[in-house]
């Protein structure tokens, strides 16, 4: 039950870190920009697998959820910021920001996360058999 | 060390490091769009003509300005370069009277007479090295011209030289704001032949005048005073 619970507060926080507090502070901010329509089911399948991977702590298996949940997040990632390049329309100023490099650097560390834990998860598997 | 350990540092590594660079990007950036945000109407406008810019951020700051005045199809580009290392501040100078001028001698006779509708679009493009490319773009519709404001010749006097000629004296004034300090020309066509081009340059407030003595046939007693600023020349008939 305990375990059932702390999985449910992960996903919970995950989803607050990385989707709510980003969109409230964005209408708060009064920045003209909104997440895609599809950032929020990704949102929450990363949420979900954050949890599932909290579950399955020290099992096996946890490797190939964490795994999934990196990847996921990169495309989350990929997503909320539109590829990297942004445009915002400010009354009468409209602004691009271009920050391909910069989502590149973000996403690095995620994707290295997913070679990393899909690498350990198949290791362990093939040793099990 | 066990291989899986060395990987996991890594990944913790390349976490830290990201975040470093996203905190003082983003940092850099809300920064400079704050301060381009604040004046890009203003430049727009034509309310400012010197801007400080101080690079508060943490990146060096490469900021492309674009001033394009568009008349009846015709664009007039004229763009600024800075280089803005952290820490460092720079005034950008773009005096509107500078951007007009150098825009309307360009569509010069589009505008020389009459008040024809302008586009003024300003494009700033900062470039925090090397993560971060921000472009802000505002346009505003406008009217611009006349530019020749006041042209008048004068005749001062005549008297007789003889039973068949007399001699004239005129004064050309021509008064053109945003054509300050710029160089013209001008000849007199005297009994259909023309004079030599005599140069002149409009004085600060763009003012033009000068005095002409010529002869003229008692026939005729018309005088033809051809004005050229750039690539227009304007042909005025004075009846003496």
Redesign the interface.
Known sequence: MKKVLLSLARAALDFLVIYLIPTVLLSSLSIPYQFSATAFPIAIIVAALGGVSMYLKGKTSCFAANGLRSAFFSLYLFVVLSGGVITLA??????????L??LI??I??EL??TV?NFA?WLVLTRKKE | MDP?KA??Y??LL??L??II??VI?IYS?AVI?SD??GV??SI?EGKVTSIPLKNRGFLPLTVDIKVTIGVKGNEVPIEKHYEVPPGVSTRIEIKPEDVMREALLSILEDVAYDKVQANVHVSVLAFLE???????????STYVGPLITKQQVIVEGIEPVNLTHVKAKLRVSIVAPLLADTRWKYRLWVNGNPTEWSELKANERGEVDFVEEVILSVDTRSVKVEVCIENLCKVINVGV
């Not at chain 1, 400010?90 to 920050?99: A, G, R």
């Not at chain 2, 090397?130 to 505003?140: G, M, N, Q």
């Open positions: 400010m009354k009468s100023v409209l602004v691009t920001i271009n920050m490099p910069l650097v973000i690095f560390p290295l996360n990393y350990r | 899986w990987g996991r890594v990944i390349s976490r490091c990201s660079i996203l990007t950036g769009l381009i945000y890009l109407p727009t090397p993560f971060i490319t921000l472009t802000a773009e505002a346009e505003r």
